[in-house]
């Protein structure tokens, strides 16, 4: 049954459920029309009322209901609906009164997992703030950049990140850019604090008007990703889309009574948006975690009884790599995306018949697809209803040119069943791309135009798909200029920029190469030494670890005399991707990254071996 409805407004599956009540159906409306109806249906109701509901609207709901139900529970401690609720009240107080935000602004959250990002969260929506999350691993340059994309003043940041503004808070201060701290002290005197001021706030809710929404399109939040420009991408994440993300652990089957378990970072979208808005929207339970940790995680989950955990494919491959096998748990489903085929039949015949459900859509894109059948290996399902629905193609692309294929007249050219393409998903009114916050030169980026006739436009998605003869469709790779590494898209050019200050290093050339039994692909870089310098291990350790987050990091270096270039004048990567980090096989001088001797040290045979054997920890 549907979730419960008050005053009048619908629960976002309360509106699915209408469209089509009971389980015979669900799986009609996760597959095929759920995403199209839901947009619709939000659409017509937004538009019939002065305001919309949200998924603050439905916490807000939610902790009316079910007050004393535990929300949260971490490091130990539960967190009722009515703690977060109350807490979130006062923190709006706070900022309302104390740090005198006002509806419209925008602030912007250096926080990690744990209850009081919820609680910042909330609270800053309450008086109307659109949010911006900060990813805790960038840097100085990046976190700079970060502030002129949203447009935030503000910066709220969790307790024990205060000494990541090294560096940059004379600058963020010089910027007006104001700093609250969630601690009762501060050293500096130029950064503020909130806890000491959260006690003695109100716990009564603010008026209502000033979260309140009158379009679904209205950003609620900026989501940072790495892209092709290099630098982070604030994508805007709108009302609509926060709606549609809470809905996914219901598309699946999901109940209020589950226990969700999160080990993702919150200021990615699979933990925020799926994870905090699907446990919301079912009025269940979440187990948040500061970080995964693949020895703890079946005594967490047998703990707390957890039946939907949260993944990424390296996730799992570390639990895989765990020396025990544990099939004693409640555990039944698994919510996610990146999950390898070898990786995904190994975690079933170790941990027991988990229906893994792999959900494919970046950030920022206007493509969703639904694993919901659990088939091995594919990222969701298409037909002839969803194609009418979502106009999405997969077109020929040159791997070595880098760039799709075109035909005489310069469009593209689809591929045959079965054939692997590039994935491009239409923009219209039902599949909107919302873009990039603070530059309409980087939404533009994103799109391609004149596809197939002239005037269209298509979302790049950057990834190589196929698709089966019975629909079923498989991430096969990135193409351009990211790679995925430890989970995050790591985005070449603002390593190829970072890499480009080392005074030793000519040019460099970064791309991503496989490892075997491991997700995605490390960095490597390679690099022409200006005349007269020499290459400097330690030097260049150094440098990346100040400047680069541990996941864009190089694991390797390989030197050149000549970098290859394609016809059009761009580095040649599909070759250097494709000879790989083999010593016994690559002229060219190899360095791997050491992290007990702090430096890049020449790659042999005999680490290229341990590498390939799991017996370098990377």
């Known amino acids: 049954s549907s979730p419960c409805l008050s005053r009048g407004h619908d629960s976002v599956c309360g509106v ?12 009609c409306f996760t ?97 109307g703030c659109s949010v911006a999350f900060l990813n805790t691993n960038i840097k100085s340059k990046s976190l700079l950049h970060c502030f002129n994309c949203c447009g935030a003043k503000t910066l709220i940041v969790g307790s024990e990140l205060v000494d990541c503004l090294d560096g940059i808070l004379t600058t963020l201060l ?15 005197t130029q950064v503020h604090t909130l806890l000491d001021k959260i006690d003695a706030a109100s716990d009564q809710p603010v008026p209502a008007a000033l979260r309140a929404a009158t379009s679904l399109k209205t950003p609620t939040l900026y989501i940072f990703t790495s892209g092709t420009t290099g630098l982070p991408k604030a994508a805007v994440i709108t009302h609509l889309q926060s709606l549609k993300a809470s809905a996914g652990f219901w598309a699946f089957g999901g109940t209020k009574d589950d226990v969700v378990y999160i080990p993702l970072p919150l200021y990615h979208s699979a933990a925020s948006l799926i994870g905090i808005g699907g446990t919301i929207e079912l009025g269940a339970t979440c187990v948040l975690k500061k970080k995964f940790s693949a020895s703890m995680f079946w005594a967490d989950c047998r703990k707390h009884d957890v039946t939907i955990f949260q993944y990424i494919g390296e996730l799992c491959r570390y639990l895989c790599n765990q020396p025990k096998l544990d099939k004693v748990h409640k555990v039944r489903m698994g919510v996610g995306n990146g999950l390898r085929q070898d990786v995904w039949r190994d975690f079933q015949s170790r941990f027991g018949n988990i229906k893994m459900c792999e959900v494919y859509g970046s950030t920022e894109g206007n493509l969703c697809l639904m694993n919901h059948t659990g088939k091995t290996g594919s990222v969701g399902r298409s037909n002839y209803f969803y194609k009418l629905l979502f106009k999405y193609d997969l077109v020929k692309y040159d791997m070595e040119k880098d760039e799709p294929v075109k035909d005489q007249h ?76 430890k989970g995050e898209n790591v985005a070449t050019t603002e390593v190829t920029e970072i890499l480009g200050l080392v005074d030793f290093i000519q040019e460099v050339n970064v791309y991503g190469v496989e490892i075997p039994r491991h997700e995605g692909r490390a960095g490597m870089a390679a690099m022409i030494i200006r005349a007269g310098l020499t290459f400097d291990g330690k030097k260049l350790f150094e440098h990346v670890t100040r400047d680069l987050p541990a996941y864009a ?13 394609t016809s059009t004048f761009k580095q040649q990567k599909f ?44």
């Open 16 to 27: 699915a459920l209408r469209c089509g009540r009971g389980s015979l159906l669900r799986s």
């Open 31 to 127: 597959e095929t029309l759920l995403p199209v109806l839901l947009d619709r249906r939000l659409l017509e109701l937004s538009k019939l009322t002065s305001s919309v509901f949200t998924v603050l609207d439905r916490f807000v709901q939610q902790a009316e209901r079910i007050p004393d139900k535990p929300f949260v529970i971490y490091e130990g401690r539960t967190h009722t609906y009515r703690d977060v609720e109350r807490r979130s009240n006062r923190l709006a107080h706070v900022f309302l009164h104390r740090v005198r935000l006002k509806k419209g602004d925008c602030v912007a959250v250096l926080m990690s997992n744990e209850p009081d990002f919820l609680c910042v969260w909330f609270g800053l929506a309450k008086v």
């Open 174 to 188: 010089e910027d007006n850019i104001q700093v609250w701290a969630m601690k009762s002290h501060s050293e500096h």
């Open 410 to 485: 310069g469009f593209c050219q689809r591929v045959k069943r079965g054939e692997t393409g590039l994935l491009l998903s239409k923009v219209s009114a039902t599949t909107p791309f919302f873009g990039y916050a603070g530059s309409k030169q980087l939404t533009e980026k994103k799109l391609m135009r004149n596809v197939f006739v002239k005037g269209d436009a298509y979302f790049n998605t950057g990834d190589l798909m196929s698709e089966d003869h019975e629909g079923f469709i498989y991430f096969k790779d990135r193409v351009g200029d990211t790679f995925r590494w």
């Open 553 to 565: 990091r190089p694991l390797f270096v390989r030197i050149q005399e000549v970098m290859e270039m």
């Open 575 to 618: 070759q250097l991707v494709q000879s790989g980090f083999n010593p016994s096989t690559i002229c060219d001088p190899l360095y791997v990254l050491d992290y007990q001797q702090k430096s890049y040290i020449p790659l042999t045979d005999c680490i290229y071996q341990s590498i390939l054997a799991g017996e370098c920890k990377l």
